[in-house]
């Protein structure tokens, strides 16, 4: 009964009353989460993936096996060494304190 008021549409062949299904029989019944509904696929999606995964633009625009998209890459940038940049940023303030410290005395 509980699955059916939480929207499962499990067929219960067994018992449809009040009374709750066999716990070994029926799993699914006495789970705390919604069941997921099954994916929504459009009849065109096979289509949509295959001009995704070829890339439509890139294959209308390429003309004599020369790609107007390979210059237009973005260039990678190397990459910041954080931990360097926080050593020097916590060994400054603690120099600063060190400063103070000796400036009150």
Same mark, same amino acid.
């Given at each position: 009964?509980r !699955? /059916? $008021?939480? !929207?499962?549409?499990?067929?219960? &062949?067994l #018992?449809?009353?009040?009374?709750?299904?066999?716990?070994? #029989?029926?799993?699914a019944?006495?789970?705390? /989460?919604? =069941?997921q =509904? =099954?994916?929504?696929?459009? =009849?065109?999606?096979? &289509?949509?993936?295959?001009?995704g995964?070829? !890339?439509s633009i890139?294959?209308?625009?390429? $003309? &004599? +096996?020369?790609?107007?998209?390979?210059e237009l /890459?973005?260039?990678?940038? &190397?990459?910041?060494d954080?931990?360097?940049?926080?050593?020097r940023?916590? /060994? +400054?303030?603690?120099?600063?304190?060190? +400063?103070? +410290?000796?400036?009150?005395?």
């Open positions: 009964a !699955g /059916r $008021l939480e !929207g499962n549409s499990l067929k219960l &062949d #018992l449809p009353g009040p009374i709750p299904p066999e716990f070994s #029989l029926y799993p019944c006495y789970s705390a /989460r919604c =069941p =509904p =099954p994916p929504r696929i459009k =009849p065109n999606a096979r &289509d949509i993936l295959e001009k995964q070829n !890339g890139g294959v209308l625009l390429k $003309l &004599d +096996e020369i790609s107007f998209f390979e /890459r973005p260039k990678r940038r &190397d990459h910041k954080h931990e360097k940049e926080n050593l940023r916590m /060994r +400054e303030i603690q120099r600063k304190c060190r +400063e103070k +410290e000796q400036a009150r005395q």
